[in-house]
């Protein structure tokens, strides 16, 4: 083979590769833009009126979900099956939103953390990796950990909002979860770092706690069973 | 455990933020047994295993780059003098142990996606490129892509084809000190077609890629002028003389070189 047959062909392989990258990113924005306006929706909890209707919003939330799914179907068409890791930096970050998103949900719903199983199910896709498309393990421990940045949040806005119990609650699940991550071995990338942020989310729901319950504030919170002022 | 302890003395200052006594009370509250635990101690496995893996492909790699860097070093000792086929010999025995090493790589890969862990060997793999094909051009002047077990992305062969234009380059400079005035014509001929070939992908390639070209176009100027000498000065001056005249226009290139 001449050198420049060997090229032609080389060449022809770059391009077919850039073919595959830029539909798999004309897909990837079409999921950011889903992952966008769920955020907005979402968002609507952390003010006073939206704690109130919490259901109405996970339900529609729960409805982009489907429109999640079938954007996720087609772009598991965009590139061979096996190749998901050589493309993965493309779609990761929307993932990890993703997951925060599922995470969030259903948090708001059942108090609970999701498990990789159960996001996978709800963004229609595999949890193990021998079945194609699937959802990597550090991609989901990202999008929890912006769970709880976000939970972080939550707790000192829902004091505003006059729910007292919430960031009791709050604070049980975020320290489970900083234990769970105690438990990792992380290297030094960017899961450590974001893992890093956590104490700090533990921290701000730990004040909120203490300046409740120096108030006499969690009391009345659980007397009350959680609610109006 | 390893990685925690290893960057032990950042993480410890940090930890220290919390009053200890809150530290404690909190571990009570969990119960090692909850659902959540027990699922980050599934991942806990899932990640060691993972980062144990990309670390044996780390040291194999470095492994594979250490013996082809060895062999290259070797090649360039091969001038066509009778030692030549002892030398070829010689590197193609350390040829083997790299490709044992290469072999490990890929029983390590087997089950595996071959993305997820590619950063790990890809250093090591396109050093061993080079060199297998420094090999083959020593030995016929003609190149063969490789085929093992393991898969070479075409980026890898690229950016191992671009290394070995700066041996070629080492190859052509020396064979002229050492009288051989025919190699550097054939040499300089082999990496114009490369660069062509470079240049005709250009752009479509990744960011690394046109990295190279530049280097790429250092290597091909050398050999040119390199030939350009040859052919001036070979003509009016004694063959003899001519590694003395050369060597000195050769560091006046350098010198250049150094300037800008």
């Given at each position: 083979?001449?050198?420049?047959?060997?090229f032609?062909?080389?060449?022809?392989v770059?391009t077919?590769?850039?073919?595959?990258?830029?539909?798999?990113?004309?897909?990837?924005?079409?999921?950011e833009?889903?992952?966008?306006?769920?955020?907005?929706l979402?968002?609507g909890?952390?003010?006073g009126?939206?704690?109130?209707?919490v259901?109405?919003?996970?339900?529609?939330?729960?409805?982009?979900?489907?429109?999640?799914r079938?954007?996720?179907?087609?772009?598991?068409?965009?590139?061979?099956?096996?190749q998901?890791?050589?493309?993965?930096e493309?779609w990761?970050?929307?993932?990890?939103r993703?997951?925060?998103?599922a995470?969030?949900?259903?948090?708001?719903?059942?108090?609970?953390?999701?498990?990789?199983?159960?996001?996978?199910?709800?963004?229609?896709?595999?949890?193990?990796?021998?079945?194609?498309f699937?959802?990597?393990?550090e991609?989901?421990?990202?999008?929890?950990?912006t769970?709880?940045?976000?939970?972080?949040?939550?707790?000192v806005?829902?004091?505003?909002?006059?729910?007292?119990?919430?960031?009791?609650?709050i604070?049980?699940?975020?320290?489970?979860?900083?234990?769970?991550?105690?438990?990792l071995?992380?290297?030094?990338?960017?899961?450590r770092?974001?893992?890093?942020?956590?104490?700090?989310?533990?921290?701000?729901?730990?004040?909120?706690?203490?300046?409740?319950?120096?108030?006499?504030?969690?009391?009345?919170?659980?007397?009350?069973?959680?609610?109006?002022? | 455990?390893?990685?925690?302890?290893?960057?032990g003395?950042?993480r410890k200052?940090k930890?220290?933020?919390?009053?200890?006594?809150?530290?404690?009370?909190?571990?009570?509250?969990?119960?090692?047994?909850?659902?959540?635990?027990?699922?980050?101690?599934?991942?806990?496995?899932?990640?060691?295993?993972?980062?144990?893996?990309?670390e044996?492909?780390?040291k194999l790699?470095?492994?594979?780059?250490?013996?082809?860097?060895?062999?290259?070093?070797l090649?360039?000792?091969?001038?066509?003098?009778?030692n030549?086929?002892?030398?070829?010999?010689?590197?193609?025995?350390?040829?083997?142990?790299v490709?044992?090493?290469?072999?490990?790589?890929?029983?390590e890969?087997?089950?595996?996606?071959?993305?997820?862990?590619?950063?790990?060997?890809?250093?090591?793999?396109?050093?061993?490129?080079?060199?297998?094909?420094?090999?083959?051009?020593?030995?016929?002047?003609?190149?063969?892509?490789?085929?093992c077990?393991?898969?070479?992305?075409?980026?890898?062969?690229?950016?191992?084809?671009?290394?070995?234009?700066?041996?070629?380059?080492?190859?052509?400079?020396?064979?002229?000190?050492?009288?051989?005035?025919?190699?550097?014509?054939e040499?300089?001929?082999?990496?114009?077609?490369?660069?062509?070939?470079?240049t005709?992908?250009?752009n479509?390639?990744?960011y690394e890629?046109?990295?190279?070209?530049?280097?790429?176009?250092?290597?091909l100027?050398?050999?040119?002028?390199?030939?350009?000498?040859?052919?001036?000065r070979?003509s009016?001056?004694?063959?003899?003389?001519?590694?003395?005249?050369?060597?000195?226009?050769t560091?006046l290139?350098?010198?250049?070189?150094?300037?800008?």
């Amino acid at each position: 083979m001449s050198v420049s047959e060997m090229f032609i062909a080389l060449q022809s392989v770059l391009t077919a590769d850039q073919d595959i990258r830029e539909e798999i990113r004309r897909e990837v924005q079409a999921l950011e833009q889903t992952a966008r306006e769920m955020l907005t929706l979402l968002q609507g909890v952390h003010q006073g009126p939206g704690l109130q209707d919490v259901p109405k919003k996970c339900q529609k939330a729960r409805e982009h979900f489907g429109t999640v799914r079938t954007q996720l179907e087609s772009l598991k068409t965009k590139f061979p099956a096996d190749q998901y890791y050589r493309f993965h930096e493309h779609w990761r970050f929307v993932l990890q939103r993703l997951v925060f998103l599922a995470a969030f949900v259903v948090y708001l719903e059942s108090e609970s953390l999701v498990t990789r199983e159960a996001v996978a199910e709800i963004l229609g896709i595999e949890a193990d990796r021998e079945r194609g498309f699937h959802l990597d393990i550090e991609d989901y421990l990202s999008g929890v950990l912006t769970l709880a940045s976000e939970l972080a949040r939550l707790a000192v806005n829902s004091v505003t909002a006059g729910d007292y119990s919430r960031p009791l609650r709050i604070s049980t699940f975020i320290n489970e979860l900083d234990s769970g991550f105690r438990l990792l071995n992380l290297k030094n990338d960017s899961l450590r770092k974001r893992y890093d942020g956590l104490k700090y989310d533990v921290k701000k729901i730990e004040e909120v706690v203490y300046d409740l319950s120096i108030r006499g504030l969690n009391k009345e919170a659980t007397g009350g069973a959680g609610g109006e002022k | 455990m390893s990685g925690k302890e290893g960057s032990g003395g950042f993480r410890k200052r940090k930890h220290d933020n919390f009053p200890h006594g809150q530290r404690r009370e909190e571990k009570e509250n969990v119960n090692p047994s909850s659902a959540v635990m027990v699922s980050f101690k599934s991942f806990q496995l899932e990640l060691d295993t993972r980062h144990d893996k990309y670390e044996r492909l780390v040291k194999l790699s470095r492994d594979i780059t250490i013996e082809s860097k060895r062999t290259i070093f070797l090649l360039h000792r091969f001038i066509s003098a009778p030692n030549g086929g002892e030398i070829l010999n010689e590197s193609e025995v350390k040829l083997d142990g790299v490709r044992r090493k290469i072999k490990q790589v890929a029983q390590e890969l087997i089950g595996e996606d071959m993305y997820q862990f590619h950063r790990a060997i890809s250093p090591g793999l396109q050093e061993y490129l080079q060199r297998s094909q420094d090999f083959s051009t020593s030995n016929s002047h003609d190149k063969q892509p490789h085929t093992c077990s393991l898969k070479v992305t075409p980026v890898d062969y690229l950016l191992g084809v671009a290394d070995l234009t700066g041996e070629l380059m080492r190859l052509c400079i020396s064979s002229v000190g050492n009288g051989d005035i025919d190699t550097p014509f054939e040499l300089s001929q082999f990496l114009r077609q490369i660069y062509d070939g470079f240049t005709f992908i250009g752009n479509t390639g990744p960011y690394e890629v046109s990295k190279k070209l530049y280097t790429l176009k250092q290597s091909l100027a050398k050999v040119e002028n390199a030939c350009y000498t040859l052919k001036v000065r070979g003509s009016e001056i004694p063959k003899h003389m001519l590694a003395d005249v050369f060597s000195t226009k050769t560091e006046l290139i350098d010198q250049e070189e150094g300037l800008s």
